[in-house]
């Protein structure tokens, strides 16, 4: 079992950063790769961002790319979302994930493709 719990969330205006943390428990962290999904009110989850298990790769969605980034300090369990230029549309719960197969290529961009979830922390965005 693995747990993950995310935080940094928040209210901020537009044009604004967050960064938001995950700190995991109960795996080698070090092993696996992780993501971040986010969820709007009435919207499917969707992909935000993943790393690779070494930090070696990551993966953005379009919407995010160049705005946010994703890291990870295996040495404390623990990985982030720099967040900046926010905007209303990206107002959404975030979750971190963790995909539960050590070592697993390629790295997951959906959400089928991870085990274990946070409990998500709330991002606000207003204009």
């Known amino acids: 079992q693995a747990q993950l719990v995310e935080s940094g969330g928040g209210l901020v205006q537009a044009g604004g950063s967050l960064r938001l943390s995950c700190a995991a428990s109960?795996?080698?962290?070090?092993?696996?790769?992780m993501g971040w999904f986010r969820q709007a009110p009435g919207k499917e989850r969707e992909f935000v961002a993943a790393i690779k298990w070494n930090g070696g790769s990551t993966y953005y969605a379009d919407s995010v790319k160049g705005r946010f980034t994703i890291s990870r300090d295996n040495a404390k369990n623990t990985m982030y979302l720099q967040m900046t230029s926010l905007n209303p549309e990206d107002t959404a719960a975030y979750y971190c994930?963790?995909?539960?197969?050590?070592?697993?290529?390629?790295?997951?961009?959906?959400?089928?493709?991870?085990?274990?979830w946070g409990q998500g922390t709330q991002v606000t965005v207003s204009s």
């Open positions: 109960g795996r080698t962290f070090s092993m696996y790769n």
């Open positions: 994930a963790l995909d539960g197969s050590r070592f697993r290529t390629p790295v997951g961009t959906t959400a089928a493709r991870y085990d274990y």
